[in-house]
């Protein structure tokens, strides 16, 4: 057998080696005249496994770029990219590199011949590299070493979550990364000390195959020890040291985590009373006669009480709104960390689209263009309840909504709120609302024609409200994911409280029995892996069916509504279903998207304040609808649409600028809803929906 790992093998070394010889000797005597040839073209053949971008990336010689990219560089630095031009001693290097790649992805066999085409007219000079990989080795055997004795739960964890197996391809990154899970396996049952040895690979000649050999020496194995607080002694706010105490997620005598630490952490920053927190081992230096560790929590606390003032903007309901607010906070309120809120918030919906000049000559608020709410809302958060992992919020708010030209609902709701961190990317939400919506005519002369003409329910509603949501979240970014998904589903009922009851607190308002089911996924995919071109996809769908000849329909805050900027962007905010009435939502919905988001300026600067790497621009396909009814439900009724993104990065989330057009408008007549049936000009780009948000639409 003959080992492997990380290194060149001796024939490529000795080539590698020969050739930078061989280049920098022949052609030492012509440097300046070689520095004036630019690389026109890097093109490989035989690269059956790994694409020609993966194999670029691991060369320092690069590409010249595209003329218009030239220009702006002659123009400033900051914009285009500069041309690049052949060095010999960098070329003879990435020939060796390329070697390396491809034996540390298990082609030991693997073969390049390269080919340089020079035109000294045009001061060009072409690379071609010709690769023979040959045959991949794969995993024979995996050994561990120094692991007898451990205990078994170690050992169950060991085996059942391992990244490589028998019979996977050798990939040396893979190696390294299952080393670490095995480092991090130790750390978190309790050995501190472990140490580590490097893995090997050796390879049968006669087979071509691998073992995989891990060595760890684990020590010995400590526990928690006594655990002390420390608060910071410049501020004057004080938490009860049992408060801080209760949320760790280990305790003296618990076997020692790094991972127990960073959980601790993050559930103590998740209280929202502290400006840092801090978690460390008083001691850093352990002997055989010690075997528990103290630990010291070091936390500095906020000011508890503050007043204020709020301006913002969200995406909520699809649609890009300007919030203006005034809040007060009480974060310590019983000692325990509760966290008071009492806050006055007024929000406009979908700005551009208000007609400022009529708002304010004739019509003010009562304008068919000012959608939007107000809130009072008032809420506690007990961030202990039962667990540090499970908190407990109830609220009470009233809001007066606006959403419709001819008329607005005044809502009181009360809501009693559990979440729960059930695993470490699954999060539980319990709520049970008690919510009295109502419906107030702008005009009472219109208005009652409105509802009188098209059967509009409008009797105010009092209802009982229970929904369970399970999400499961692997985004490996909040704001800028590049891999991972997001699902979550929703089952929520109204009514069986009041019809068990007859009715809620004596109340005789009707109230509506429904169920109601949604699910969504996301998922992220970056091919390139330098996020340089990112795949986005989303599913949305979701039914509510009235049961029990419920005495109201679905109450209008609980419906499903199309359209929007997180929605299909060929319409806007609450304007897509398939009804004469938009506006009044449906009772099913089915939508999806693909995004491919390009961040071709990631290596771009700045010119004067403008930072060109932040912006990034998105292509998007959207399809779906909203039904009134789940039976109603036709596939030729799905919309389309499709348009171009601007984003721009901030650290809150990508600024956003979407521009819509239809793809294919059910709603037309047959004949005129495909975009190839329209004029494109005039009736295609003319007519396409501006869309405005914080944070990608998904």
Known sequence: MAGFFFDLSMRYRTLYIALLCIIVTGLASTQD??????????????????????????????????????FLYTISEKLGDKPEYFDPVLYAQDCGRLATFYQDQGFFSARIDTLLKFDFGKKTVSISFLIHEGRRSLIDSIQHVGFEGLPSDLMEEIRSNALIEVGDPYVVDRVVSEQARLVSAFFNNGFADVRVERPTADRYLSTNNVKVTFGLDPGRRYVFGPISVKQDSAVTERVDDAVILRHLDFGPGDFYS??????????????????????????GVRSDSIKDIPMQVYVRPRPFQEMVPEIGVSDENNAFNILLGLAYNNRNLFGGAQNLQARLQLQLQSIQDVEFGRVFNRTGLRDSSVIGNAELSLQINQPYFFNNKTSFTPSVSFIVEKRHKYYFNPILRGRFGVTSQTARYTTAFIEWSLERIGYESINPTIGGIYFDSLSIDRRPQLNSILSVTLQRDKRNDLFYPTSGFMHSVTVEEAGLIPSVFGGLF?????????????GRGQWYWDPTQNEASIWAFRLYGGVAELYGHSPAPVPITRRFYGG?????????????????????????????????????????????????????????????????????????????????????????????????????????????????????????????????????SF
Do not use: C
Request: hydrophobic share 40%.
């Open 33 to 70: 005249r070689w520095r004036d040839l630019e690389v026109s073209r890097i093109q490989f053949e035989g690269n059956e496994t790994f694409r020609d971008d993966a194999l670029l990336d691991v060369m320092r010689v690069k590409e010249s770029p595209a003329a218009f990219w030239k």
């Open 258 to 283: 790094q991972a127990k630490r960073a959980d601790s952490e993050r559930n103590l920053n998740r209280l929202g009373v502290f400006e840092t927190s801090r978690i460390e081992p008083v001691i």
């Open 506 to 518: 004596g109340s005789d308002l009707p109230y509506s029995k429904y169920l109601k089911i949604a």
């Open 564 to 696: 929007g900027s997180g929605s299909v962007r060929g319409w806007k905010a609450r304007e897509l279903a398939v009804s004469k009435l938009p506006l009044e939502g449906g009772n099913a919905v089915l939508e999806g998207s693909i995004e491919n988001r390009w961040n071709v300026l990631r290596s771009a600067g700045r010119l004067g304040f403008v930072e060109f790497n932040r912006f990034s621009f998105v292509f998007f396909f959207d399809f779906g609808n909203v039904w009134t009814r789940a039976r109603e439900f036709k596939a030729s009724e799905i919309a389309m649409a499709s348009g171009l993104g601007l984003r721009y990065a901030t650290v809150a989330g990508p600024i956003r600028i979407d521009f819509g057009f239809r793809v294919y408008d059910p709603a037309e007549a047959e004949g005129r809803q495909w975009i190839m049936e329209k004029k494109f000009w005039k009736e295609t780009l003319g007519n396409f929906v501006l869309h405005f948000g914080i944070g990608h």
